[in-house]
């Protein structure tokens, strides 16, 4: 019934519509308006790009100015503040063509609207002013790109001897994090001795391997460079971490990095926003599937020393999952059992 | 070459004869070979392939804007799509977003966009009987009504239409372990896109023969409309990439299909390693965007060239800059080649590669940046006749700004490791490529209804169809620069598992609902077009007294354009508000000879040329 009503209502509305439309073209035909150049809508036309000039150019400003501690996230790398100077230099360039551009689109075509009296101006060509608007955008481009550059090889240099490299893998819809334990090495992997427990495919033929361990979130030291070894299992992910300015795809079948320094603490910028409850985040920005959208991980980054103290708490993936020491060649097992402490339990039974 | 002028005068000659015969319905209005039906089949089915694609993002804007609603009430409609709770699948939201780009990119604004206007305007506005090869014209149009037809299909399959993301990268787009969609769905897409890109191949060797052979007298390059420019170059591009796509997309079939490793290499899933090693994905990717990224320039530049040609016409003035307009095109069309790699900056692509790519993605900027330059300069000190297409052309331009400045962050590949598949990025395109492009069509329907159809539409309808849709535009899309900013990921179904991206709710519902008023709006326009079609005012001969030849026919033209000769040029396109001219507009008809009063110096020179070929011809006669 009450859907009956609806459709009735609309119909109805529609019918007024139809209406309204058959009789004011009839009217404009009787008062013969159909004959003049333009009718008086131009002069409305006219004053409403002048109007939306003006409104949306209000909402515009005011909402970037209100809101601006919401969209702007506040930065935790060495190359974020790099980044934000970039972004911002684009900004203002950007923004002062946009505003100057757009007022005097919409001031000519109000200020040039139809007038039966005047004559548009002949003025097929300048070519003075041609080449001005080619090099003035040039130059300022090759300005903007150039620093971006610059910033861009930064960020993508090759990363340095003494960084910490971590692995994550992304697969069906979640992140992995593996660490390279005590020799700073991460093993080898391969794709085709994954199982349920081994979800990295960590080859056991590699001595790098034996202290390699595997935690729940990503956690990273503050002010020492840190390198994201990315790689993905299943089909194409992303790693992003919007406060460090990080995005790089992970690939299956390619190995990428992302090489980066934390400067704030989460703790620290706990306090800063005054929200105890903040975590960082790394979300996927490639689509991957039906969960593409809660890939989360959180990232905590430590003081240094409260890193190191952690690091060294861990347990290899060996020392939680001995079943793997059959996995290890025969040659190689004093050594991983040394590596990992397990051999010691295992004397100390056979005793 | 005698070979080709010959058939083409027999074909002038059997038209002349039979130019009033009766056609049977199905060679009318089905398999007609007649440029002008075929644009207006290209116009009538790209309409309904833009109602399929916007309705799809009211699906889509319903979940973003408005996860708690219940939508069991399209059960009917939508079936298993739903969740037991009445909620959009988070499997056929990304089918709903893949089919949507896919769709509005290629079927509205490349075949719907270029391949009516293309196939409509050439011939009329060169002075030509018909594209140089009806036939293939005709096949043009029945592969992309294959391609249609097999992309539609998709949809209503068990396991759903393509839901990779409109660029299909593999391995998720060539594993059906991955995701449903990429089970038959997939190949369903493959298949249609490779008629697709037949059709264009088609349709775009007859642009560019049509209009380097089939120009009437004096219809020199330099005399072209600039929508026949930006028709031609467009045609060009297209040419040369939509091979690369086929390419991608065959070796994705082979990869799919028969167990070859282009793009797939150690890959664990569902529970197994597969055998696929040695691929790369990387390559799909360069493959695609070799297509992709001129595809945004398909879409783009007929656009452009539509916006010259009304703007000139009702500002009453010349373009400004007829060739430096050319030559932004002609910059636009070679640098779109080699800018591929910036969809890729953060792929995994060789640092040094990207740079390569950020610079010469922000030369690109230089010629757009000419372009709008130029058109403001056109607008300036003009009599601007608000008709709805210059409505929608100043609205266009409106869009290439604020979307052309977006770019210049997104090319800057260090902005862009942040940016990349943000909001910001959805915002960028859809301001730049799609509502620019879409307002292109929509002032190309409201200039050219009264030559297509020989009645008005209505003007009134027309001007409120584009203030609900310009500011309905503005509304959608320019919040979704702060969402991006804020780091939001595309093609996300909901937010709600970030911390960091759980604000904006308000702004999301706010877009949702822009989204639903604008596409309302878009009703106005279908009833305008429809109505209009067959109760509308009729047409004058010249309605927006306009230079261009297609405006010398009769007004609803026959089969061949012109009843009797085809009509000589004698001047560029743009001679509106000459100073001398009595009238504010001389056509391209009207020989210099007759216009002393207001030739310019290098014309009276041209002028005196004329009458001597003139009296000679005359002398010839006797």
Same mark, same amino acid.
């Given at each position: ?5 609806i459709i009735l209502g609309?119909?109805?509305?529609l019918?007024i519509?139809?209406l ?6 009839l009217?404009s035909?009787a008062?013969g308006n159909? &004959?003049?150049?333009?009718?008086g809508?131009?002069?409305i036309?006219g /004053?409403?790009?002048?109007?939306? =000039? %003006?409104?949306? +150019?209000?909402?515009?400003f005011w909402y970037s ?13 060495e ?7 970039m ?9 002062i063509?946009?505003?100057l551009?757009q007022?005097?689109l ?9 007038k039966?009296e005047?004559?548009a101006?002949?003025?097929?060509? &300048? ?8 090099f003035?955008? /040039?130059?300022?481009?090759?300005? =903007? %790109?150039?620093? +971006?550059?610059?910033?861009w ?8 001897e ?6 994550i893998?992304g697969?069906?819809f ?8 005590n ?9 085709r001795?994954?199982?349920?427990t ?9 001595k ?7 935690y ?6 503050k002010?020492?460079?840190v390198?994201f070894?990315?790689r ?9 971490a919007?406060h460090?300015?990080l995005?790089?795809d ?15 603490t ?14 960082y985040?790394?979300a996927c ?6 969960g593409?959208?809660s890939?989360?991980k ?7 020393d409260e890193y ?10 060996l020392q ?6 059959s ?18 339990k295992?004397?100390?039974?056979q005793? | ?10 074909h ?5 004869e039979h130019?009033?015969?009766?056609q ?6 089905i398999?007609?070979?007649d ?5 207006k089949q290209?116009?009538?089915?790209g309409?309904?392939?833009?109602v ?10 319903i979940q973003?804007?408005f996860?708690?609603a ?5 059960r ?12 959009i ?5 990304l089918?709903?977003v ?6 509005m990119v290629?079927?509205?604004l ?6 009516t206007f ?6 009329l ?6 594209m ?6 005709m096949?043009s ?5 294959l391609?249609?037809?097999i ?5 209503f ?16 787009s060539?594993?059906?372990?991955a995701?449903a ?6 190949t ?6 490779v008629?697709?890109i ?5 349709g ?5 023969t049509?209009?380097?052979n089939?120009r009437?007298?004096g ?8 929508t ?6 467009t045609?060009v ?18 990869d ?5 490793s282009f793009?797939?290499s150690?890959?664990y899933?569902?529970g ?6 040695g ?6 990717q360069?493959l695609f965007?070799f297509?992709?990224h001129p595809?945004?320039?398909i879409v783009?530049?007929?656009?452009l060239g539509?916006?010259?040609e009304?703007i000139a ?5 010349p373009i400004?800059g ?7 095109m002609?910059?636009i069309?070679?640098?779109s080649?080699v800018?591929?790699a ?17 610079f010469?993605t922000l030369?690109?900027a ?11 300069t ?6 601007i ?12 331009v409106?869009?290439?700004?604020s979307?052309g400045?977006t770019g ?6 260090v902005?862009?490791i942040q940016?990349?598949d943000?909001?910001f990025v959805?915002?960028h395109?859809?301001l ?6 879409i307002?292109?069509?929509?002032a190309g329907?409201?200039?050219?209804f009264?030559?297509?159809f020989?009645?008005m539409?209505d003007e009134?309808l027309?001007?409120i ?5 310009f500011?309905g535009?503005y509304?959608i899309?320019?919040?979704?620069h702060y969402i ?11 937010w ?13 519902m706010?877009?949702s609902?822009?989204a639903?008023?604008?596409?309302a709006?878009?009703l ?7 109505y209009?079609?067959y109760?509308g005012?009729?047409a ?9 030849l297609?405006w ?5 033209p026959?089969?061949?354009n ?17 100073p001398?001219?009595?009238d504010?507009y ?14 310019l110096?290098?014309?009276q020179e041209l ?6 070929a ?6 010839k006669?006797?």
């Amino acid at each position: 019934m009450f859907n009956l009503a609806i459709i009735l209502g609309v119909v109805l509305l529609l019918a007024i519509l139809f209406l309204i439309f058959r009789i004011s073209s009839l009217i404009s035909v009787a008062k013969g308006n159909s &004959n003049k150049i333009v009718s008086g809508s131009n002069k409305i036309n006219g /004053a409403l790009f002048m109007l939306f =000039l %003006v409104g949306m +150019g209000f909402l515009f400003f005011w909402y970037s100015f209100k809101e601006f501690k919401n969209y702007n996230l506040p930065v935790a790398s060495e190359h974020g503040s790099q980044y934000e100077f970039m972004f911002w230099t684009t900004m203002a360039v950007t923004g002062i063509v946009f505003v100057l551009t757009q007022i005097l689109l919409f001031y000519f075509s109000w200020k040039y609207q139809y007038k039966k009296e005047s004559k548009a101006l002949f003025y097929p060509e &300048n070519n003075k002013l041609e080449v001005i608007w080619t090099f003035v955008p /040039a130059i300022v481009l090759a300005i =903007l %790109v150039f620093t +971006g550059w610059r910033v861009w090889t930064d960020v993508t240099a090759p990363a340095p001897e003494n960084t910490n490299n971590i692995e994550i893998m992304g697969y069906q819809f979640a992140w992995e994090i593996r660490y390279p334990g005590n020799d700073g090495k991460l093993g080898n992997t391969d794709y085709r001795i994954i199982d349920a427990t081994n979800s990295f495919g960590i080859d056991f033929a590699d001595k790098a391997s034996y202290d390699d361990f595997t935690y729940r979130e990503m956690v990273i030291p503050k002010g020492e460079p840190v390198t994201f070894n990315i790689r993905a299992r299943d089909v194409l992910h992303s790693v992003f971490a919007p406060h460090f300015r990080l995005k790089m795809d992970a690939v299956p079948g390619m190995p990428t990095s992302f090489t980066f320094t934390a400067t704030k603490t989460t703790e620290e910028m706990r306090a800063e926003l005054n929200d105890p409850e903040f975590n960082y985040e790394i979300a996927c920005t490639e689509i991957c599937g039906r969960g593409h959208f809660s890939m989360a991980k959180n990232l905590v980054v430590l003081e240094p020393d409260e890193y190191q103290k952690w690091y060294a708490e861990q347990e290899s993936f060996l020392q939680r999952n001995p079943e793997y020491l059959s996995k290890v060649p025969a040659d190689l097992k004093e050594l991983a059992m040394l590596k990992t402490g397990l051999g010691n339990k295992e004397l100390e039974k056979q005793n | 070459m005698s070979t080709a002028t010959e058939v083409n005068i027999s074909h002038e000659v059997h038209h002349d004869e039979h130019h009033d015969h009766e056609q049977s319905f199905i060679s009318k209005y089905i398999f007609t070979m007649d440029h002008k039906m075929i644009g207006k089949q290209f116009l009538v089915t790209g309409i309904v392939w833009g109602v399929v694609g916007v309705l799809m993002s009211v699906l889509f804007r319903i979940q973003l804007g408005f996860p708690e609603a219940n939508l069991e009430w399209l059960r009917p409609l939508l079936g298993g799509w739903l969740t037991e709770a009445g909620k959009i699948d988070p499997e056929f939201y990304l089918a709903l977003v893949t089919m949507h780009g896919t769709i509005m990119v290629f079927f509205v604004l490349t075949a719907g966009l270029s391949g009516t206007f293309s196939n409509y305007l050439i011939p009329l506005q060169i002075g030509a009987r018909d594209m140089a090869s009806g036939f293939m014209n005709m096949l043009s149009y029945w592969f992309f009504f294959l391609s249609s037809v097999i992309m539609m299909s998709s949809i209503f399959i068990e396991t759903g239409p393509a839901a990779g993301g409109w660029v299909v990268y593999p391995p998720l787009s060539a594993l059906p372990q991955a995701i449903a969609g990429s089970g038959l769905g997939m190949t369903m897409w493959l298949v249609a896109m490779v008629f697709f890109i037949v059709s264009m191949l088609l349709g775009g060797i007859n642009y560019i023969t049509t209009v380097i052979n089939l120009r009437t007298e004096g219809m020199s390059f330099t005399r072209l409309p600039l929508t026949i420019w930006s028709f031609f170059l467009t045609a060009v591009i297209g040419l040369l990439s939509f091979p690369v796509l086929f390419a991608a997309a065959l070796l994705l079939v082979l990869d799919r299909s028969f167990g070859t490793s282009f793009y797939l290499s150690d890959i664990y899933i569902g529970g197994e390693a597969l055998p696929n090693m040695g691929g790369s994905p990387i390559l799909y990717q360069h493959l695609f965007w070799f297509l992709g990224h001129p595809e945004v320039y398909i879409v783009l530049l007929p656009a452009l060239g539509i916006t010259s040609e009304v703007i000139a016409t009702n500002s009453r003035k010349p373009i400004f800059g007829y060739r430096a307009m050319i030559g932004s095109m002609l910059g636009i069309t070679v640098l779109s080649f080699v800018v591929w790699a910036h969809h890729m900056f953060v792929s995994g692509l060789n640092p040094f590669l990207g740079s390569v790519f950020m610079f010469l993605t922000l030369i690109i900027a230089v010629p757009s940046a000419v372009k709008v330059f130029n058109y403001l300069t056109t607008l300036w000190k003009g009599n601007i006749i608000f008709t709805p297409a210059t409505l929608f052309s100043i609205g266009l331009v409106s869009f290439f700004i604020s979307g052309g400045l977006t770019g210049i962050f997104l090319g800057n590949s260090v902005i862009d490791i942040q940016l990349h598949d943000t909001y910001f990025v959805v915002a960028h395109f859809h301001l730049v490529m799609g509502s620019l492009s879409i307002f292109g069509l929509l002032a190309g329907v409201y200039h050219w209804f009264p030559k297509m159809f020989g009645r008005m539409m209505d003007e009134k309808l027309g001007y409120i169809h584009f203030w609900m849709t310009f500011i309905g535009v503005y509304l959608i899309f320019f919040p979704m620069h702060y969402i991006g900013i804020a780091g939001f990921p595309r093609r996300y179904y909901s937010w709600t598992n970030f911390d960091a991206f759980s604000s904006y709710t308000d702004l999301n519902m706010f877009v949702s609902i822009a989204a639903f008023v604008t596409v309302a709006a878009q009703l106005i326009f279908l009833f305008n077009f429809f109505y209009s079609m067959y109760r509308g005012k009729r047409a004058p001969q010249n309605p927006w007294r306009s230079n261009t030849l297609e405006w010398t026919t009769p007004i609803e033209p026959g089969h061949g354009n012109w009843p009797g000769e085809l009509p000589k040029v004698y001047r560029w396109p743009y001679d509106y508000s000459k100073p001398g001219a009595a009238d504010d507009y001389i056509p391209q008809t009207v020989p210099l000879s007759s216009t002393p009063e207001s030739n310019l110096d290098h014309e009276q020179e041209l002028a005196k040329q004329e009458k001597l070929a003139n009296t000679a011809h005359a002398k010839k006669q006797f």
